[in-house]
């Protein structure tokens, strides 16, 4: 066959990058207002009063917007610009396609009372029907800053967030069953204490948000993989099985409902049925992988449903259960850069509520033939430099405040991003005493707290091997 003459020029779809702004709707006593008509209202506001928007502007001043719609707002945002190359600085609007996100933050607590979660509950166990699963009306309020409080050194979030809501609108055209096999199925792995759990909770939150025009309803719900592994023998299988069917339920009855479902360490419900089949665990655990596979096989006929699972031991899935992952996402420990901004984030918190002194750094030259000099200044707030700013200005300067934060960071390597999160504040009550401090002393305590836990972790591993070798010996 000639290649040549069957080739047809692509239709001229637009490739324009596309520049995503979130509109945040203030919440009023629970009244639901049509973000659909605020975000046509927006969009042409913001193509007739704006040449350029960069990536982090917050506009905050609403001239010329229709008046009921610019009482209605708390912000807006611009996000990021997917098939963009930059990641910050100014988009023409003419060069992109803008996509005006519009959204209300639901403060609806856990629906615990819904019947979904409600016909989970089996006779024999009534004490542990709550904590099977639980469902969240998204966007809410409760998950508001998460997805903005992770930090990677790679872009994953953006490219996770682009590719399956694109995945999820592609699926809205209704794609051949039989053609189109995808299970919009998402693994996210890695070592514990990553931020992986927190990444699938803050996706749900932004996939709703992104997929409004799609649908304007979106709920995310949370299985608890633990609960499932029944004490009565035989029962596990079963408990999956009615789990995902009322997931089904709930898909049918709302079909204009945008699900996100989350299977928090899937390795309890989908460890290898090849070892279990060997001997060592019950057969039991075979039913519920077997229930689990039946359970998404199904799922995957809804357009409107994405399955997020996260595992610290991808070795122990089952071979089926990853094949029919789609999106397999691995979450590696944390780099120098992400350590450094959780610290900065978390000392400039603590300067925000007083506990630590406002304070601001620079470097100088008085005159060109000067040398450059570290100048530390009292400040009303507590502002550290980038990591970026960090390296460029003052890495030279062994006692300057960025520089002892890059060292603290440096020695903090292996711990997970759960310990770097805590450890200045704790840092700061363990060792001491005052109420107020300045930011030397503050780096001071940090650092010994990242040597206690750096010191901790290596007596565990070697306690860990001793008892390792004991074993085999004995
Ligand atoms: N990459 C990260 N960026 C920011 N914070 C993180 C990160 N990883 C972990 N954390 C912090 O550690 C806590 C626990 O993270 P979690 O999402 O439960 O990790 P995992 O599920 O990988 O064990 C989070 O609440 C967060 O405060
Ligand atoms: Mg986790």
Same mark, same amino acid.
């Given at each position: 066959?000639?290649?040549?003459?069957?080739?047809?020029?692509?239709?001229?779809?637009?490739? =324009?990058?596309?520049?995503?702004?979130?509109?945040?709707?203030?919440?009023?006593?629970?009244?639901?207002?049509?973000?659909?008509?605020?975000?046509?209202?927006?969009?042409?506001?913001?193509?007739? #009063?704006?040449?350029?928007l960069s990536i982090?502007?917050?506009?905050?001043? +609403?001239?010329?917007?229709?008046?009921?719609?610019?009482?209605?707002?708390?912000?807006?945002?611009?996000?990021?610009?997917?098939?963009?190359?930059?990641?910050?600085?100014?988009?023409?609007?003419? &060069?992109?396609?803008?996509?005006?996100?519009?959204?209300?933050?639901?403060?609806?607590?856990? &629906?615990?009372?819904?019947?979904?979660?409600?016909?989970?509950?089996?006779?024999?166990?009534?004490?542990?029907?709550?904590?099977?699963?639980?469902?969240?009306?998204?966007?809410?309020i409760d998950l508001?800053?998460?997805?903005?409080?992770? &930090?990677?050194?790679?872009?994953?979030?953006?490219?996770?967030?682009?590719?399956?809501?694109?995945?999820?609108?592609?699926?809205?055209?209704?794609?051949?069953?039989?053609?189109?096999?995808?299970?919009?199925?998402? =693994?996210?792995?890695?070592?514990?204490?990553?931020?992986?759990?927190?990444?699938?909770?803050?996706?749900?939150?932004?996939?709703?948000?992104?997929?409004?025009?799609?649908?304007?309803?979106?709920?995310?719900?949370?299985? #608890?993989?633990?609960?499932?592994?029944?004490?009565?023998?035989?029962?596990?299988?079963?408990?999956?099985?009615?789990?995902?069917?009322?997931?089904?339920?709930?898909?049918?009855?709302?079909?204009?409902?945008?699900?996100?479902?989350? @299977?928090?360490?899937?390795e309890t419900l989908?460890?290898?049925?090849?070892?279990? =089949?060997?001997?060592? /665990?019950?057969?039991?655990?075979?039913?519920?992988?077997?229930?689990?596979?039946?359970?998404?096989?199904?799922?995957?006929?809804?357009?409107?449903?994405?399955?997020?699972?996260?595992?610290?031991?991808?070795?122990?899935?089952?071979?089926?259960?990853?094949?029919?992952?789609?999106?397999?996402?691995?979450?590696?420990?944390?780099?120098?850069?992400?350590?450094?901004?959780?610290?900065?984030?978390?000392?400039?918190?603590?300067?925000?509520?007083?506990?630590?002194?406002?304070?601001? +750094?620079?470097?100088?030259?008085?005159?060109? #033939?000067?040398?450059?000099?570290?100048?530390?200044?009292?400040? /009303?707030?507590?502002?550290?430099?980038? +990591?970026?700013?960090?390296?460029?200005?003052?890495?030279?300067?062994?006692?300057? @405040?960025?520089?002892? =934060?890059?060292?603290?960071?440096?020695?903090?390597?292996?711990?997970?991003?759960?310990?770097?999160?805590?450890?200045?504040?704790?840092?700061?009550?363990?060792?001491?005493?005052?109420?107020?401090?300045?930011?030397?002393?503050?780096?001071?305590?940090?650092?010994?707290?990242?040597?206690? /836990?750096?010191?901790?972790?290596?007596?565990?591993?070697? /306690?860990?091997?001793?008892?390792?070798?004991?074993?085999?010996?004995?």
């Amino acid at each position: 066959m000639n290649l040549d003459s069957t080739f047809r020029s692509p239709p001229d779809v637009s490739q =324009l990058p596309i520049l995503h702004v979130e509109a945040l709707v203030k919440s009023k006593d629970g009244i639901i207002v049509r973000t659909d008509l605020i975000r046509d209202g927006v969009t042409k506001w913001l193509l007739d #009063n704006f040449v350029a928007l960069s990536i982090g502007q917050e506009i905050s001043s +609403f001239g010329g917007l229709n008046e009921s719609y610019a009482q209605d707002f708390d912000s807006i945002l611009v996000i990021e610009c997917s098939g963009g190359n930059l990641d910050t600085g100014a988009y023409r609007l003419q &060069q992109v396609e803008l996509d005006v996100q519009a959204y209300q933050l639901h403060t609806q607590p856990e &629906q615990q009372s819904s019947q979904h979660t409600q016909s989970l509950e089996g006779p024999a166990d009534e004490s542990d029907n709550d904590s099977r699963a639980r469902i969240l009306v998204l966007p809410s309020i409760d998950l508001d800053g998460l997805w903005e409080s992770l &930090q990677f050194d790679l872009p994953i979030q953006s490219r996770l967030l682009s590719a399956i809501s694109r995945m999820v609108s592609f699926s809205v055209q209704r794609l051949g069953k039989w053609v189109i096999t995808w299970n919009r199925l998402i =693994l996210i792995w890695g070592p514990p204490g990553t931020g992986k759990t927190s990444l699938c909770r803050g996706l749900s939150q932004k996939l709703a948000i992104r997929l409004g025009k799609h649908y304007p309803r979106s709920k995310l719900f949370e299985v #608890n993989a633990h609960s499932l592994g029944s004490k009565f023998f035989g029962e596990s299988g079963k408990l999956v099985g009615r789990m995902f069917e009322n997931i089904e339920s709930l898909l049918e009855e709302e079909d204009d409902t945008f699900v996100c479902v989350f @299977i928090d360490e899937i390795e309890t419900l989908a460890s290898r049925r090849d070892r279990a =089949l060997n001997g060592n /665990e019950p057969f039991d655990a075979i039913r519920a992988v077997n229930a689990l596979l039946t359970g998404l096989d199904k799922l995957k006929e809804h357009p409107n449903v994405i399955v997020v699972c996260t595992s610290n031991l991808v070795t122990a899935l089952d071979q089926a259960f990853l094949d029919r992952v789609d999106i397999k996402q691995y979450i590696p420990r944390l780099a120098a850069r992400p350590v450094y901004k959780i610290s900065k984030d978390c000392l400039e918190e603590l300067g925000r509520h007083g506990i630590i002194e406002g304070a601001c +750094f620079d470097v100088v030259q008085i005159t060109p #033939n000067d040398p450059l000099q570290y100048v530390e200044r009292p400040a /009303e707030q507590l502002i550290l430099p980038s +990591f970026n700013e960090m390296i460029l200005h003052y890495k030279t300067f062994p006692n300057a @405040i960025p520089k002892l =934060l890059a060292d603290a960071v440096l020695e903090s390597e292996g711990l997970s991003g759960r310990t770097i999160r805590r450890l200045p504040a704790l840092s700061l009550v363990l060792y001491s005493n005052s109420a107020r401090y300045d930011i030397r002393t503050a780096i001071q305590a940090l650092r010994m707290g990242i040597a206690s /836990e750096t010191q901790a972790k290596a007596e565990a591993m070697v /306690e860990e091997h001793s008892g390792a070798t004991r074993t085999n010996g004995q």
